[in-house]
């Protein structure tokens, strides 16, 4: 049930976070405490499904509500009829406003390849087409332009590298470029602009190398190394392009890690940031909500419930500026409006995917915020816009032009 009470908490937390790489604690998990679970967002709410507790593996799914600091319980994994099993070491992802949960292992079946799809507001599951690949558990997911994105992870026949995605729409698999790391489970992955990242994992040796994948063209390209230990059992997120996040896990030392470190897309480097402040531990997870992201349960020996906020170097002006900025029309074909604009708007910067300035202005009027892509560039593609104000620089947005 939600508490009317954690709304004054919330306010003060939401408060804390004008603070850059800032963490702060919220609301425990339901349940028990618990490890190898899976998180996915659909719209402003959380759902972290399955996992490994003291007792036993688990079926059940909690909903983050991130006004309120609290968590409700939503349909277990499969119905009532529990059909979807008790597991651990699942996928998970969101497209549309779905998320879905498969693979994973139980405690009678050690390899799964079933895939379930979640509807929020049914609060029901209906089972999907199978994965086409070998069953498996501890493999990674990301999303790019709707379709989901899955590979890597441990089989019966051992570890994997191959990849494949899959189309809601269609409700079926198509395999793709094999990640060109060595076979591994236990990775972390995430998806930024037009592109998916993954990295680090358990290959026989923790991993520390680091991938992008290029949908367009079907193509793996490899980036900086992960700069902290190698290891196997961590969390990713990314909250406000051009940065993204690896945390936790453990590392060759079998020491459970706390430490948070960023990547920069347009720099292609890596730098520290504030220690995530529970306790070291792998097989947590992440998500993110209006670019806060947040990080809980595990395992170090023992389960655990707690769950921190972390407001990275970009997320606060995520959290405050484009949830209320927007373009439109998005595609376009040379004019976008801006809608939502704050007072102190000046003007705006366009760049290349690359990160290559290729244009900017200062607005005429502020009562005309609009700009006409094709005055910059009359070649169709992705470009990012930051708009400028007086006082500060907002975020990066994607827009395409046509």
């Not at 059940?60 to 008790?86: H, P």
């Not at 441990?154 to 990849?163: C, H, P, R, S």
């Not at 790391?181 to 602009?193: D, N």
């Amino acid at each position: 049930m939600k508490r009317i009470c954690v709304l004054i908490y919330s306010i003060m937390g939401t408060l804390s976070l004008f603070a850059q790489d800032t963490w702060y604690q919220i609301d425990t998990i339901n349940g028990d405490p618990r490890a190898a679970a899976t998180a996915f967002t659909v719209g402003s709410y959380a759902y972290v499904a399955t996992g490994l507790e003291e007792y036993g593996f688990r079926r059940k799914v909690n909903s983050y509500d991130y006004f309120q600091n609290d968590w409700d319980n939503e349909a277990s994994l499969g119905g009532d009829n529990g059909q979807g099993l008790e597991r651990a070491s699942a996928i998970s992802f969101s497209i549309y406003d779905k998320g879905y949960v498969g693979l994973g292992q139980t405690e009678t079946v050690e390899f799964m390849d079933d895939l379930w799809e979640f509807d929020p507001i049914a609060n029901t599951w209906t089972q999907k087409a199978n994965f086409i690949g070998a069953p498996r558990k501890q493999a990674v997911a990301f999303v790019l332009n709707d379709l989901g994105h899955v590979g890597t992870g441990q089989a019966a026949t051992g570890l994997k590298n191959d990849f494949y995605t899959y189309d809601p729409l269609t409700n079926s698999w198509t395999e793709i470029q094999e990640f060109p790391g060595l076979p591994r489970k236990g990775a972390v992955a995430f998806s930024e602009l037009d592109y998916g990242f993954v990295g680090t994992g358990d290959a026989g040796v923790l991993q520390n190398d680091f991938w992008m994948y290029d949908a367009s063209l079907d193509l793996w390209i490899q980036k900086a190394p992960f700069p902290g230990t190698p290891r196997s059992g961590s969390v990713a997120w990314s909250t406000s392009f051009p940065l993204a996040y690896i945390a936790l896990g453990e590392d060759n030392l079998n020491e459970f890690k706390k430490d948070v470190w960023e990547y920069n897309y347009y720099t292609n480097s890596w730098l520290q940031r504030s220690d995530f402040p529970g306790s070291g531990r792998k097989n947590a997870v992440a998500f993110t909500i209006s670019g806060i992201a947040y990080v809980g349960t595990g395992f170090n020996g023992t389960f655990h419930d707690d769950f921190y906020a972390y407001s990275g170097t970009a997320g606060i002006q995520d959290n405050n500026t484009l949830s209320s900025v927007s373009f439109y029309p998005n595609p376009t074909q040379s004019l976008i409006q801006i809608k939502g604009v704050h007072e102190d708007l000046i003007g705006y910067r366009i760049y290349s995917l690359s990160g290559q300035l290729i244009g900017e202005r200062l607005f005429n009027s502020v009562e005309n915020y609009a700009i006409n892509l094709t005055n910059h560039t009359k070649i169709p593609g992705v470009y990012m816009i930051q708009l400028r104000g007086i006082n500060q620089v907002y975020p990066l947005k994607r827009i395409v032009l046509e």
